[in-house]
């Protein structure tokens, strides 16, 4: 069974830096793109980041170009968000997702639960 | 950017009946686009990918059509369990979703 679990959320003011991680199981990890999705209320859904399989490719939204980086460890079946810079925009639920690549792009075929994530003085 | 619009943005349907939700692309997304069904506190499952294909484990009342910029996700007889939001998600150029429907009971 594929499980996603993310972890690092929390609350932090304007300017903070966060680290999201998510454990992945249930697949053979390093074949998979890995994506970040976030939800806000007023936004709705927004993609965030891509990573390839092997970590080689990354693609980013522009609104996070330069303040948030995306990695992975693919011994330990781990996926990394690393959030600088942070702003009041930022404040959503962060849902790590698995990407199925079907090019031109990939789509999500599973999400874990999510993670919070409040930027706030 | 693609921006992905869904009508209506609320659709009432008793349990039985047809529902029929709506995604257009500002434009042609050829078969890139994908389905998928949130319910409160949940995250999103995808429900189709290609337009048309539906994903590991889901009924066959859902179905999905369309090319291009026009796009219809219907489920034949609604359940129970079917009553949630809605959202279309494009993966042409980028990645963008539409704003979401939300499938009332009536």
């Known amino acids: 069974e594929v499980q996603l679990v993310e972890s690092g959320g929390g609350l932090v003011p304007p300017g903070g830096s966060l680290r999201l991680s998510c454990e992945a199981s249930?697949?053979?990890?390093?074949?998979?793109?890995m994506s970040w999705v976030r939800q806000t209320p007023g936004k709705g859904l927004e993609w965030v980041a891509n990573i390839q399989g092997d970590g080689s490719v990354k693609t980013y939204v522009d609104s996070v170009k330069g303040r948030f980086t995306l990695s992975r460890d693919n011994a330990k079946n781990s996926l990394f968000l690393q959030m600088n810079s942070l702003r009041a925009e930022d404040t959503a639920v962060y849902y790590c997702?698995?990407?199925?690549?079907?090019?031109?792009?990939?789509?999500?075929?599973?999400w874990g639960q999510g993670t919070l994530v409040t930027v706030s003085s | 950017e693609i921006v992905m619009t869904q009508s209506p943005a609320t659709l009432s349907v008793s349990p039985g009946e047809r529902a029929t939700l709506s995604c257009r692309a500002s434009?042609?997304?050829?078969?890139?686009l994908a389905w998928y069904q949130q319910k409160p506190g949940q995250a999103p499952r995808l429900l189709i990918y290609g337009a048309s294909t539906r994903a590991t484990g889901i009924p066959a009342r859902f179905s999905g059509s369309g090319s291009g910029t026009e796009f219809t996700l219907t489920i034949s007889s609604l359940q129970s369990e079917d009553f949630a939001v809605y959202y279309c998600?494009?993966?042409?150029?980028?990645?963008?979703f539409g704003q979401g429907t939300k499938l009332e009971m009536k």
């Open positions: 249930g697949f053979t990890f390093n074949d998979f793109w």
């Open positions: 998600q494009q993966y042409h150029y980028w990645y963008t």
């Open positions: 434009q042609s997304v050829s078969s890139n």
């Open positions: 997702a698995r990407g199925w690549k079907v090019p031109p792009g990939v789509y999500f075929d599973y």
